[in-house]
C-alpha cells in the first residue's frame, strides 16, 4: 500500500541558509500535518492543512511557512536557519473528518533529517 | 489541556514474556487514544487506537491495548515479546472534537533481550 513520502531523506544546510521539505500524503487522504522531533524528543506538531487550507498551528517559529497545493502534497519552507533547527521533520497524513466522528489515524513518512552547520 | 504521560523512559524484558508500556493521559472532553512505534531512522507507525467501544482494542503485530477510563489509562501490552519488538514507543491522545493535533507522549524505549 502507498504510503507517505518525503523529501528528502536527508538535508545539510549551513546557518542563514533555507530549506524546503516536501511531504505528498497517501492517495486521497486531504489533510496534511507537520511535526518536528528533535533529538530524544517527542514529536512537536508545527503545523497542518486540512483541504488545502491551514487548519491549525502549534509551534511553527515564523521563520518557516507551509502550504498544501492542489494535489494535497505539502511543503515546508524554512528560511535563516538555525542550529537548532536540526531535527527530523515528520510529515502525516489522514483523511479528514472536519465536524464528524474521527476515524483515520495519523500515517506518517519517514521523515527527513534536517542538519544545521 | 490535553496531555500524555509515560512515566518510564524504558523498558527491558526477556523475548518470549509479556510486556507492557505504560501510558495515562489528560483530557477535556472523550479521549481518543493512539500508540505509535518508531524504529530508528524511521517514521512512527500507527499500531492501534480507542476511539469508543469495547476497552480492549487490538492492532498490529501482536500488541492490544486496554483503555481504563477511571484510571485514565491507556496501557500497551503484548502476551509474549519479540527481539523485533525492540523500538520506541509513544502513546498520543488526539484533541476532543479537534482531530488537527495529536499530542505525543515523551516515548517509552522498549529493549527485548534473546
Known amino acids: 500500500a502507498a504510503g507517505v513520502i518525503q523529501s528528502p531523506r536527508h538535508l545539510i544546510k549551513e546557518k542563514r541558509e533555507t530549506a524546503t521539505l516536501k511531504c505528498y500524503p497517501i492517495?486521497?487522504?486531504?489533510?496534511v500535518y507537520w511535526y518536528q522531533q528533535g533529538p530524544g524528543q517527542d514529536p512537536q506538531f508545527l503545523i497542518s492543512?486540512?483541504?488545502?487550507?491551514?487548519?491549525d498551528k502549534g509551534s511553527i517559529p515564523d521563520r518557516f511557512s507551509a502550504q498544501q497545493f492542489s494535489d494535497y502534497h505539502s511543503e515546508l519552507n524554512m528560511s535563516s536557519l538555525e542550529l537548532g533547527d536540526s531535527a527530523l521533520y515528520f510529515c502525516?497524513?489522514?483523511?479528514?473528518?472536519?465536524?464528524?466522528?474521527?476515524?483515520?489515524?495519523?500515517?506518517f513518512g519517514n521523515g527527513t533529517r534536517l542538519t544545521v552547520t | 489541556a490535553q496531555s500524555v504521560a509515560q512515566p518510564e523512559d524504558q523498558v527491558n524484558v526477556a523475548e518470549g514474556n509479556p510486556l507492557t508500556v505504560k501510558c495515562t493521559y489528560s483530557?477535556?472532553?472523550?479521549?481518543?487514544l493512539f500508540w505509535y512505534v518508531q524504529y530508528p531512522n524511521r517514521g512512527l507507525q500507527f499500531l492501534l487506537k480507542?476511539?469508543?467501544?469495547?476497552?480492549l482494542v487490538k492492532g498490529s503485530y501482536g500488541f492490544e491495548a486496554e483503555f481504563n477510563k477511571s484510571q485514565t489509562s491507556f496501557h500497551l501490552k503484548k502476551p509474549s515479546a519479540l527481539v523485533s519488538d525492540s523500538a520506541l514507543y509513544f502513546c498520543?491522545?488526539?484533541?476532543?472534537?479537534?482531530?488537527?493535533?495529536?499530542?505525543f507522549g515523551s516515548g517509552t524505549k522498549l529493549n527485548v533481550k534473546p
Open positions: 502525516a497524513s489522514s483523511l479528514g473528518s472536519r465536524g464528524s466522528s474521527y476515524n483515520s489515524p495519523l500515517h
Open positions: 492517495p486521497r487522504h486531504d489533510t
Open positions: 492543512f486540512y483541504e488545502k487550507m491551514q487548519s
Open positions: 483530557v477535556s472532553g472523550n479521549p481518543y
Open positions: 480507542y476511539i469508543t467501544g469495547d476497552n
Open positions: 498520543a491522545v488526539a484533541e476532543g472534537n479537534n482531530f488537527n493535533k495529536f499530542y
